[in-house]
């Protein structure tokens, strides 16, 4: 290798053209980069909740839903006055008109204004519009609000049972997916101009395609946002450890180029952005500086050493001792988030195959820019006793040395702790709760879910496979059974399907009895009352209840929450009876909840894989580096008790498990082995010399152990920016991740010496 790092130090230009040009084609490829915030399309196409959804939209023109939320608090009617119903009426043409919206059937457009009400006639029955246009008189509004109440149906869906609030539900135009946020911020602007006109009215927007328009504009923010400040706080970390300009804009430099190079490379193969890929770049920043670190340091330690003859032999001399240890932690870092390609969710394999992509870079960019620039650079080394954390890397040795029984027992009682908080573990994930609770998508989402029957949905499709086979009296029945025992549950709001409308209209052919309001006890007399309302109501209107040769069926539950428990719950609660309600039909499951539920599942099976293999990948790599099982063993420790300590926390203080921090362990793990393999490494090399152990602690805090506490300070800092996150997974992951390599740095820095004394003893 010395013949390597000889060719880069004496033709040093060419290596830092070569390293330009290679710049220049990454960053050309930049503006191809793209965002995904559809979870849809990050689901494997062979899952259930990916084909019930599309077979929902196929069958039953189902899709997600806009929800916009208009609340009058201050009229003492609520929104049943003049103002409001014609603020609705505005809103509802509104939507009609931009090509941004699908409003062709009932289904995809639902307000005051589009909502029908069914009344029995001496002719039969009669299909009308609860609101055909903004009603203005104290007797015509009095009338709108008997017949709602009368009707049932909407209460709780359309108006809230109170009557302070109103919901419009619309569906994007299918040409819009991918481009929700061009939708939320049509419908802010609009907004806005409702507010500047003044009213007593507030208008709240959320539902799916807006969390995922909303996720669109905070992604690209917070990347904007993190960077500068984890540059600065890199800057500032790398003057107080080297003391110069040239020890700051040198692994500066580094950490840019491989963000250069990992972004190129993804967008060059067409990769798209991620929610949990915007953490890359962050990562790369905090984790591709520890190399640079390592080198300069021992660069700086070799030249201050005053045994070597010139510039060029104390960068070489630094490279020959290094290379090994980081090219080791490069790799082991690199199989730990590559072990991540074992998930079946397409944004968790993306995130370890192009965070390894990055470190390697990292590496690559490191072992030939460094030794090339410090080359060319004037020489200006700071000799060891100068550089930073001096008296505190003594401090270290001596409590190490002095007091071993101590460092025991405080990580033994850490232990112990900890695996009573995994006991306590739970697993949930909403996607509201990635939003801060002071965000106004989560705060409209909370208010709407307390006055509405909830802004969240489980969708139930059930197959007959005979024609007319719904229209069967013990199937409409059982339809009603299962309706009944959702809205037993307080996550369930209200429920609807045919079976419902069908109860209805069986209602109103009776005089408008209550007691009439149960399902049709034949099926000619369903269809006599389908095609009775046909006459008068569109033909379309319950396509989003029943397919054309009535054998499939959709009930829509609304759910005031979209917790992954919840929707888990209720899963297995509905499948339970299945064989009681419909012995003779199938049962699938699909919707937004479903679809959270099983998108939670799949992370954190995903995770659990991945940190198992990954283990494994790292063990056998140490193994390969170290020669000893003993020695890959505690390579893993350090890194091993963090995780575990910090699920342990979690378990303790109730933070559960789901989409934002099932990936901590693996990023942990990923991050926090270096840590053990530079000690370990340093700590057998002085051991070779023949040094005791006391000698030996003290030799590697003074070189390997400053630049694991720079690195520490550096990648914990660089995750606690996280915390000026939008997003709140964001903010969660950074004090995980900052909490995990906080105590992976005491743990190898404390106890791994101790160890080590023990294990040799």
């Not at 008189?137 to 109103?166: C, F, W």
């Not at 942990?668 to 005791?692: M, N, P, T, W």
Request: aromatic fraction near 8%.
């Amino acid at each position: 290798m010395q013949q390597i790092f000889s060719f880069i130090v004496h033709r040093a230009w060419l290596v830092l053209l070569l390293l330009a040009i290679a710049t220049v084609s990454f960053v050309s490829q930049l503006p191809k980069i793209k965002m995904e915030t559809n979870i849809e399309n990050m689901l494997p196409h062979s899952m259930d909740a990916y084909l019930n959804k599309k077979k929902l939209e196929k069958l039953f023109s189902s899709a997600d839903m806009v929800v916009i939320g208009i609340t009058n608090n201050q009229s003492p009617d609520g929104i049943y006055n003049p103002h409001t119903l014609k603020l609705v009426d505005e809103l509802t043409g509104w939507l009609q008109m931009h090509k941004e919206f699908r409003t062709l059937a009932l289904s995809d457009l639902m307000s005051l204004s589009t909502i029908k009400d069914i009344r029995g006639t001496p002719d039969g029955m009669q299909v009308e519009h609860f609101m055909r246009e903004p009603l203005t008189t104290p007797a015509s509004i009095s009338h709108l609000r008997q017949r709602l109440d009368d009707n049932g149906i909407y209460m709780g869906s359309i108006v809230s049972e109170d009557g302070k609030g109103t919901l419009i539900v619309v569906r994007p135009d299918p040409s819009y997916i991918g481009h929700y946020h061009d939708i939320y911020q049509l419908i802010k602007d609009k907004v806005s101009e409702i507010d500047a006109r003044g009213g007593p009215e507030k208008i709240l927007i959320t539902g799916r395609p807006i969390i995922e328009g909303v996720f669109g504009a905070y992604m690209p923010q917070d990347m904007q946002q993190m960077q500068p400040m984890i540059l600065a706080l890199l800057a500032l970390l790398l003057f107080v450890a080297f003391r110069n300009i040239r020890g700051v804009l040198i692994p500066l430099a580094v950490v840019i180029l491989s963000e250069l190079w990992m972004l190129g490379t993804m967008a060059a193969v067409g990769i798209p952005i991620y929610t949990v890929t915007t953490l890359l770049p962050i990562l790369i920043l905090a984790v591709g500086i520890a190399d640079s670190v390592h080198l300069l340091t021992h660069i700086r330690v070799e030249a201050g050493r005053g045994q070597v003859e010139s510039k060029q032999h104390a960068i070489i001399a630094g490279m020959s001792g290094m290379w090994s240890p980081i090219l080791m932690t490069t790799l082991t870092t690199a199989a730990g988030f590559l072990a991540m390609l074992t998930s079946d969710l397409l944004p968790m394999r993306y995130f370890g195959v192009f965070a390894a992509v990055g470190i390697i870079y990292a590496f690559i960019i490191t072992i030939l820019f460094i030794p090339a620039i410090e080359a060319v650079l004037p020489h200006r080394e700071k000799a060891l006793k100068q550089l930073a954390f001096s008296g505190y890397l003594n401090w270290v040795s001596r409590v190490v040395v002095h007091h071993p029984k101590r460092i025991m027992a405080i990580f033994a009682l850490l232990i112990i702790g900890s695996a009573y908080g995994l006991s306590q573990l739970q697993v949930n994930s909403s996607l509201v709760s990635e939003f801060r609770p002071s965000d106004p998508i989560r705060l409209a989402d909370t208010t709407l879910n307390a006055h509405f029957a909830g802004t969240n949905s489980l969708d139930v499709m059930l197959d007959t496979g005979v024609q007319d086979g719904v229209l069967s009296p013990s199937f409409l029945a059982g339809m009603s059974k299962l309706q009944a025992m959702a809205e037993t549950e307080a996550v369930v709001g209200d429920s609807s399907s045919i079976a419902e409308f069908l109860s209805e209209m069986n209602k109103v052919m009776h005089e408008g009895k209550q007691s009439w309001r149960v399902t049709p006890t034949s099926s000619d007399l369903a269809a006599q009352y389908l095609l009775l309302y046909s006459f008068s109501g569109a033909p379309d209107d319950f396509d989003s209840f029943i397919t054309s040769d009535y054998s499939q069926a959709h009930i829509r539950i609304q759910l005031k929450s979209d917790s992954s428990a919840d929707a888990e719950h209720l899963v297995h609660l509905l499948e339970s009876h299945q064989q009681a309600w419909f012995p003779n039909a199938t049962m699938e499951f699909a919707g937004t909840a479903y679809t959270t539920f099983r998108f939670s599942d799949l992370i954190i099976t995903g995770q659990i894989q991945s940190l198992l293999l990954a283990l494994v990948f790292i063990f056998l790599l140490c193994l390969v580096m170290f020669r000893r099982l003993g020695d890959a063993a505690l390579a893993l420790l350090p890194v091993s008790i963090s995780v575990a300590v910090i699920y342990g926390i979690m378990g303790l203080i109730g933070l559960p498990l789901e989409i934002g921090t099932a990936i901590t362990g693996a990023m942990a793990l990923g991050i926090g082995v270096d840590f053990a393999i530079h000690y370990l490494y340093r700590y057998r090399y002085y051991e070779q010399q023949g040094l005791g152990h006391e000698a030996i602690v003290v030799a590697s805090n003074d070189d390997t152990g400053r630049a694991l506490l720079f690195n520490a300070l550096v990648v914990i800092g660089g995750f606690l920016i996280l915390l000026t996150a939008h997003l709140y997974p964001q903010v969660k992951l950074g004090v995980l991740v900052a909490g995990s390599m906080a105590i992976c740095y005491l743990a190898s820095c404390y106890l791994f010496p101790v160890l080590l004394k023990a294990r040799k003893a």
